[in-house]
């Protein structure tokens, strides 16, 4: 399978605890993106690399929130101290040239 | 604040007709509008996608039309199918950075 894939699918948490997602994009995709989506809703950008360099950041993106992408492959989406608020679906999406968007499956995050 | 407005939240057709689903946008640098395809649990699926220098483009049973002036673009769906059933959303793009997406539309085709 050569789409984009995304580790774990499903996480549960207690508040307070510190999670970590993985997102392996398209391998020749240069861009990448996090999102998040809430139940009943479109999906919201987080934040998006060019490379390994991390371009721009949503306001949503809290202080509790920090992403990284070494050596512009894999990315990782940490969430420190969780809160309830942070249930949602985080999604990965990858691009040549940040039209043509593809997504992972989401890992969907339930704080406890 | 909203950028891109999509209507109507649900939608139900019966097989083989036509679903019809609007987006509104504001922003007039987007410059690529894509529409997903979501089924429960899976993440967004590209569905078809236009550029603001063309009026329609179709692609199968899914057409895209664009009308610039009025910042509008729907997603026109022939023939609907039981399989179809899904959340379809509506996305807009500026100069390749991130996708602003519509709040999604619900639809069920009854066989």
């Known amino acids: 399978d050569t789409g984009v894939s995304q580790d774990p699918r499903h996480k549960i948490t207690k508040r307070g605890q510190n999670v970590t997602f993985r997102c392996d994009p398209i391998s020749e995709h240069n861009r990448l993106y996090w999102y998040r989506q809430t139940l009943g809703q479109g999906p919201e950008f987080l934040t998006y690399?060019?490379?390994?360099?991390?371009?721009?950041k949503s306001r949503l993106l809290s202080d509790r929130f920090s992403a990284e992408r070494p050596k512009g492959s894999f990315s990782t989406l940490e969430i420190q101290r969780t809160e309830q608020g942070d249930s949602a679906m985080y999604l990965c999406a990858s691009s040549l040239k940040g039209y043509e968007q593809y997504f992972g499956p989401g890992t969907r995050l339930t704080v406890t | 604040q909203q950028q891109v407005k999509q209507s109507p939240q649900s939608l139900i057709v019966q097989k083989g007709g036509i679903s019809i689903i609007n987006c509104a946008y504001e922003n007039t640098a987007f410059d690529y509008f894509p529409w997903y395809q979501q089924f429960p649990g899976k993440g967004p699926a590209l569905l078809i996608a236009i550029r603001p220098d063309v009026s329609e483009k179709k692609e199968g049973r899914f057409t895209i039309s664009f009308n610039k002036s009025a910042k509008q673009f729907s997603l026109h769906i022939m023939d609907s199918q039981p399989g179809d059933s899904a959340t379809y959303f509506c996305?807009?793009?500026?100069?390749?950075?991130?996708?602003?997406f519509g709040g999604g539309t619900r639809l069920m085709v009854k066989p």
């Open positions: 690399f060019q490379n390994e360099a991390q371009l721009e």
């Open positions: 996305a807009a793009v500026n100069a390749g950075n991130m996708l602003t």
